[in-house]
């Protein structure tokens, strides 16, 4: 018998940074941040406990980011994401980044994720018993076209043995899943894998505007619980989901965790996975989502074990 999967598909490199390592990089690279401590860092990168949207949880990535402009850091960090991923006993893992937030200091895309990959590497010597993917995230915007189709090259230019997808990341209520129908032509048209954010601040048409893309994954889709007939599409077309039951929470799609559909959904059997979505950001990991499963939720081991299944099916490194 193999050994007990524990898989995290949808999980954000800048979202799950340690405080500490975003304290030291700030010195390290002698750059003001808006922070007096590690604890104080760690105060700000968390969500706020009144949340009240998608976009303000999106400012907690600023922080962060304002040290992840340098090759060195990009490489720690992912390393450091690795090893946080093995001790928490995951087996198989897909972090995602947007390679163009961390262009600010002279990079290019492409330096960008050769540091990822020599940090994901680097993990995956140390910790063997971990594979990691990384998953390369285009971002919702109104003036970066073209960073959007840079991040494509980059990401046929390296999928390989760690990078495998292409993804869209960002403020879904301001700028909608239809305005990328020209990055998404280019993704189709290399043959790239991809997961696209969708059904998570927007509706249901998004998820449609998602799978006419082509896309086998969505990140979120809670939205689909509104409507039957997609429900009805996902289970027929075997669709999965990469859920983050936290993430929502702090977002907003659900008032009450208790509210959120991903037992109806799983009932329905449409293919739903448990995902941590940020582990500093919304203060959880997998285990912690797990935990809620079976508390929350009433999920069976057996019912656990297959959305674990679920996920193993819908990952990106096949082989
Ligand atoms: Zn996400």
Redo the contacts with the bound molecule.
């Keep these: 018998m193999s050994e007990k999967k524990l898989i995290e598909l ?1 999980l ?1 490199l800048d979202g799950s940074l340690r405080p500490e390592t975003v304290w030291e990089l700030s010195k390290e690279q002698g750059i003001a941040i808006p922070a007096s401590s590690p604890e104080d860092v760690k105060f700000k990168m968390e969500v706020p406990e009144d949340c009240k949207t998608l976009e303000e949880y999106l400012e907690r990535f600023a922080l962060p980011l304002m040290v992840l402009q340098r090759a060195d850091a990009i490489e720690r960090v992912t390393f450091e994401l690795v090893e946080d991923l093995a001790k928490e006993g995951v087996t198989y893992a897909e972090i995602r980044f947007a390679p163009q937030l961390s262009v600010s200091g002279g990079l290019t895309q492409d330096q960008v994720v050769e540091a990822a990959i020599r940090g994901a590497e680097r993990g995956m010597k140390e910790y063997p018993r971990i594979r990691v993917g990384l998953i390369l995230c285009c971002m919702r915007g109104d003036t970066n076209q073209e960073l959007n189709m840079q991040t494509v090259e980059t990401a046929k230019k390296y999928l390989g043995s760690v990078v495998c997808a292409v993804d869209i ?1 960002g403020a879904e209520g301001l700028f909608p899943t239809e305005m990328f129908v020209p990055v998404f032509a280019k993704v189709r048209e290399y043959g790239l894998p991809m997961t696209i ?1 969708a059904g998570e601040a927007a509706g249901p048409d998004s998820m449609r505007t998602a799978l006419s893309y082509g896309t086998k994954r969505i ?2 889709g809670v939205a689909a619980i509104e409507d039957p007939e997609l429900v009805k599409r996902l289970v027929e077309e075997g669709i999965t989901l990469e859920v ?1 039951v936290t ?1 929502n929470y702090h977002t907003k799609v659900v008032d009450r965790l208790e509210d959120h559909p991903i037992r109806r959904l799983f009932d329905a059997g449409v293919r739903v996975t448990i995902n941590s ?1 940020n582990m500093t950001c919304s203060r959880t990991n997998v285990n912690k989502e797990l935990d809620l499963m079976r508390t929350v939720f009433g999920f069976t081991e057996e019912e656990i074990e297959k959305m674990e299944e679920y996920a193993w099916e819908a990952r990106f490194l096949k082989n």
């Design positions: 949808h954000h990341a954010h990140g979120h983050s993430s979505d």
